[in-house]
């Protein structure tokens, strides 16, 4: 909280470090409404009777407390924590020593929110105004196969490429690492990118890529 300046100054019912808990739980209860999941965070609280006179806030407090907070917090802590996970004794974790990576991108849909659309934008489409119904979030990831840990990503709207994400990785790659993806993120500039990082790679050929075979042994 201190290093993206969101100590607080005064006593607050909802400080920063339990919305930083909050917003995991989002993640961990996402079929459950926010007063829900909170009660989910607190029930072990109040059965040891640690609680004190503390009670659940309204959910519009839950809404300025997540406001206050902002990104960044998240954003270090996910920079501070995004690390492998598995072990030699991990099923799929690695290959003749190398820990078994891979890239890959995603989208899925965000409120409908005037700052949303201007943010991420919608998709198109064939039908009615042309539009998605709804706005859209593309992420690309770096994923340990063996424990399906998230060790790097990135963000933006729905008409950046996933090309384009996946160019930024390379940075959290290194020797000692054998890289997976698919046929979409075939090209020399993206091949060196990871390839310059010590990483080897795996990646798959599209049908119509007709390549020379070198035979030199």
């Known amino acids: 909280m201190a290093a993206c300046g969101r100590a607080?100054?005064?006593r607050r019912l909802l400080p920063a470090r339990l919305v930083v808990y909050f917003v995991l739980g989002?993640?961990?209860?996402?079929?459950?409404?926010?007063?829900?999941?909170?009660r989910h965070l607190i029930v072990g609280l109040r059965g040891l009777g640690l609680l004190g006179d503390w009670h659940v806030p309204a959910k519009s407090s839950l809404f300025r407390a997540r406001q206050r907070l902002g990104f960044e917090p998240?954003?270090?802590?996910?920079?501070?924590?995004?690390?492998?996970?598995?072990?030699?004794?991990?099923p799929g974790a690695f290959w003749r020593g190398l820990r078994?990576?891979?890239?890959?991108?995603?989208c899925w849909d965000v409120a409908d929110t005037e700052a949303n659309q201007a943010a991420f934008g919608r998709?198109?489409?064939?039908?009615?105004?042309?539009?998605?119904?709804?706005?859209?979030?593309?992420m690309a990831?770096?994923?340990?196969?063996?424990?399906?840990?998230?060790?790097?990503?990135?963000?933006?709207?729905?008409?950046?490429?996933?090309?384009?994400?996946?160019g930024r990785l390379p940075r959290s790659c290194t020797v000692g690492q054998l890289v997976l993806a698919d046929r979409?993120?075939?090209?020399?500039?993206?091949?060196?990118?990871?390839?310059?990082?010590?990483?080897?790679?795996?990646w798959r050929v599209p049908a119509n890529r007709v390549l020379p075979v070198n035979n030199a042994a």
């Open 8 to 10: 607080e100054r005064r």
């Open 26 to 38: 989002l993640a961990l209860f996402s079929p459950a409404p926010y007063l829900e999941v909170m």
């Open 74 to 90: 998240l954003q270090v802590l996910f920079a501070a924590t995004a690390k492998p996970m598995a072990d030699e004794a991990t």
């Open 100 to 106: 078994v990576l891979a890239v890959d991108g995603t």
């Open 123 to 138: 998709p198109g489409s064939g039908r009615g105004a042309k539009r998605s119904a709804f706005v859209q979030v593309r």
């Open 141 to 166: 990831a770096l994923v340990e196969v063996g424990s399906h840990a998230v060790l790097d990503a990135e963000l933006a709207g729905c008409r950046t490429g996933e090309v384009t994400l996946v």
């Open 184 to 202: 979409e993120f075939l090209g020399v500039p993206l091949w060196r990118a990871f390839t310059d990082s010590g990483a080897d790679l795996l």
